[in-house]
T-cell receptor
């Protein structure tokens, strides 16, 4: 399988639940990202991992907890979420741009999360 | 504070005509600009990009124009096809800001037969 794969595609969870989103890339990229897309808002960067180390966290609430066990896999652990956290969560990967070159991201299809 | 703005949430164009999608930015440090296309239930896919050292980049039916003095870029699609109907996101990055791609809110393009 190629590209960036996200599972599940849809998730409905209660505010007291704990769930995890999974992202897998088969592109040989060494940087991975979590983005959040809410209605009528731009894509918001949540977390960045490069070579499995977290290098950026855009002040995301602690109820979102990322994990990057290797360069091909990225998780987003969710617990005690709020209804306003309902959104499309997108995973992306790229080559590490710190080398001075720009690379576009390859996105997964996203997980549509609904918190009830 | 939103640094990349797409002020038109939607655009409707007749098949065969030109589609022009606009994007404005505020950060003068941005030096690379990208357009992504998104169909429903799919992630955004890369469409075309332009470096700040250029003012035009062309790829088939798609051309991106960059006006640095106006901090404005546009995507032209000629001729437009019904399959081009999607949401188009403008994104920008700065070499000295690490990773972040800053996205606009997107413009929904509808190409009618």
């Amino acid at each position: 399988e190629t590209g960036v794969t996200q599972t599940p595609r849809h998730l409905v969870m209660g505010m007291t639940n704990k769930k995890s989103l999974k992202c897998e890339q088969h592109l040989g990229h060494n940087a991975m990202y979590w983005y959040k897309q809410s209605a009528k808002k731009p894509l918001e960067l949540m977390f960045v991992y490069s070579l499995e180390e977290r290098v950026e966290n855009n002040s995301v609430p602690s109820r979102f907890s990322p994990e990057c066990p290797n360069s091909s896999h990225l998780f987003l652990h969710l617990h005690t979420l709020q209804p306003e956290d309902s959104a499309l969560y997108l995973c992306a990967s790229s080559q590490d741009p710190r080398g001075g070159s720009h690379y576009g991201y390859t996105f997964g299809s996203g997980t549509r999360l609904t918190v009830v | 504070d939103q640094q990349v703005k797409q002020n038109s949430p939607s655009l409707s164009v007749q098949e065969g005509r030109i589609s022009i999608l606009n994007c404005d930015y505020t950060n003068s440090m941005f030096d690379y600009f990208l357009w992504y296309k998104k169909y429903p239930a799919e992630g955004p896919t890369f469409l075309i990009s332009i470096s700040s050292i250029k003012d035009k980049n062309e790829d088939g039916r798609f051309t991106v124009f960059l006006n640095k003095s106006a901090k404005h870029l546009s995507l032209h699609i000629v001729p437009s096809q019904p399959g081009d109907s999607a949401v188009y996101f403008c994104a920008a990055s700065a070499k000295n800001s690490g990773y972040a791609l800053n996205f606009g809110k997107g413009t929904s393009l509808l190409v009618t037969p």
